[in-house]
Each structure stands twice: as C-alpha cells, then as structure tokens.
C-alpha cells in the first residue's frame, strides 16, 4: 500500500461513489477502479459493497481513510512548517502568555522584535495554562511563557526563566493595610481577586490551609491580568497576589500596597517551546529576545526586594 492508494480509498469514502472520486482525483473511473480492485487483491478482503450502483465503505476501508486523513494533516503541517524554514528570519511567530507574563512583557517584545527583526510577525495569545499547553502540542503555538506545566510532554522543551517571592496587594484603605492578617487562614477572610490558579496552587491552599478557594463568597475571577490589577485598586474589599514585578506601577504611584505576610509558594515562570517549532530562525530570534527581556526583569526584581 502507496500514499496514493491512501488517497484513493479516503476520495472515496468522502464522495460515496467511484465517478465522483475519480472526478476529485483526476483520474478516469475504470482507471481508479482497476486500483482499487488490485489493492483489495493486495489486502485480501473488501474494501467497498458496490451494489446497487453506490460505493459503501467497509470498515477496512473506513479505517483506512482514517489513517489517510492524518497523514493529509501531517503533510499540510509539514508544508506549512517547511515554508517558515525556508522563510529564515522572517514569518509568523506564536507565542502563549501566561497572564502576569502578558502584563510586564507584551509591549517590550513587540517593540524589541519590530526593532530588530521587522520581517518578523507575531500572534499573541493570553489564556489559562492548561489551554495554552494544548496549543503548544497541537503546533498552534510556537512559545508559551507560563508556569510550570503539570504534565511533562515529549513535544515540549522547557526552560526556566524566573523564580521570585508572590506579595500580597491592596488599596491602602484596605483593613489589611492597617492591621495585617496573622497568617493565610485569616488573609481569606477578605475576598480575593485572582486569575484562573493553577492547581498546584489551589491544592496547596485546600490540603495545607483548609481553604477551598472555589467556595468564597465575594470572590473575583478575571482571565485578564490587566482588568485584574483595576478591580482591586478601585476596591477596598478585595485583594489579589502575585508577582511583585507585576504591580511595579501602581507600588510606586501608591495605589497599591504590599500586605505583610508570608505567602507559601513562589511565582516561577518557564519558557516552553515545541521542539518541532524551535529550530525555524524566526523561532530562534523571538527566544533571544524573551530571554534578554527577562535577564533584566530578573535584575530589577532583585533590585525591588
């Protein structure tokens, strides 16, 4: 069995009938009816009922136009892929977000690859992890800046690009500001606002706190981080945490404020990239320059602590 035999039997499980799949094909219909008839002889059973005047697949035949449409995917994504190679420093880049990456870096990135690479375009996408890591196995991404996945992934190369302490914030006029909770079980007597969490963390606050998160009343949930960081600094009841970097802006103008308390984990960003995807140079040239980009978020964190 060839390719083109592939071809031929998944024409005509989409068409119905031999004359329409040979007119999809190119081919005369005695012609694509001799083929298939020497491939049943190859395979030893039937591939399709002919009677009354139809074509109905078997289940052989089903199965192979199965395994005929994967290989139609495979080979567009290999044409596509080729393309971009071929493309060198130019051609499209995609790259997932986690959403506090999204807030600091989306803006410097833009401009430092327009700067230096401007034959280079982007598509940028903010999501939850577990959505985003999909796209990255699916090659809909090429990069994704988040978390650390759950689940390890053959197709995913990983690369660690921060670890830095999570501080919880406020508006100045909150009650914690003023008299700061003794520890986490009384830091969510106020409600929080807060991005999807991952599990780890929820895990972590259910197994070792006792706090099913999913259960307090008042709580805000808001996919973007942006959205996120105006809720709570035009709210006096809620509060949100993360990384210090990421409400830089509004610490310094004094529209938030850093609660005292400890907090048990850490905000740790990876760089996650398809191994398929990496070796294409416009791939190459966008990783450089996230990888600069948080060379001097790490320094101006440190510098912050």
């Known amino acids: 069995m060839n390719v083109r035999d592939l071809l031929d039997v998944r024409a005509i499980c ?48 089903l199965f192979i136009a199965g395994r005929a449409e994967a290989l139609s995917d495979e080979a567009t994504r290999l044409t596509r892929e080729t393309r971009r190679v071929a493309s060198g420093d130019a051609g499209l880049v995609r790259i997932g977000l986690g959403p506090a990456p999204t807030r600091i870096l989306l803006a410097g990135i833009v401009a430092k690859i327009n700067e230096r690479w401007p034959s280079i375009s982007l598509e940028m996408v903010s999501g ?13 991404l090429d990069l994704l800046i988040c978390p650390p996945l759950d689940v390890k992934r053959d ?87 993360g990384p210090r970097f990421a409400f830089a802006d509004e610490l310094d103008a004094g529209r938030l404020r850093v609660v005292e308390i400890d907090v048990p984990f850490k905000h740790v960003i990876h760089l996650h990239m398809n191994r398929d995807a990496y070796p294409l140079p416009a791939v190459t040239r966008v990783t450089e320059i996230i990888l600069q980009a948080f060379i001097g978020i790490r320094s101006a964190d440190a510098a912050r602590r």
């Open 155 to 241: 197709a995913i190369a990983s690369k660690p690009l921060l670890e830095t302490e999570i501080v919880v914030v406020a508006r100045p006029d909150h009650p914690m500001c003023a008299e700061p909770p003794s520890g986490i079980k009384e830091l969510f007597r106020y409600p929080i606002a807060t991005t999807f969490l991952e599990k780890r963390y929820l895990r972590i606050l259910l197994d070792d706190y006792g706090i099913d998160l999913g259960a307090q009343v008042g709580r805000v949930v808001c996919s973007d981080f942006e959205m996120l960081v105006r809720i709570v600094t035009s709210s006096s009841r809620l509060f949100t945490a």
């Open 14 to 61: 989409q068409s119905g009938s031999l004359r329409k799949a040979a007119t999809v094909l190119g081919v005369t219909q005695p012609a694509l009816s001799k083929r298939i008839a020497h491939l049943e002889d190859q395979l030893g059973a039937p591939l399709f009922d002919r009677s009354r005047g139809q074509s109905r697949p078997t289940e052989l035949a």
């Open 128 to 140: 939850h992890t577990a959505q985003l890591a999909d796209g990255l196995v699916q090659r809909e």
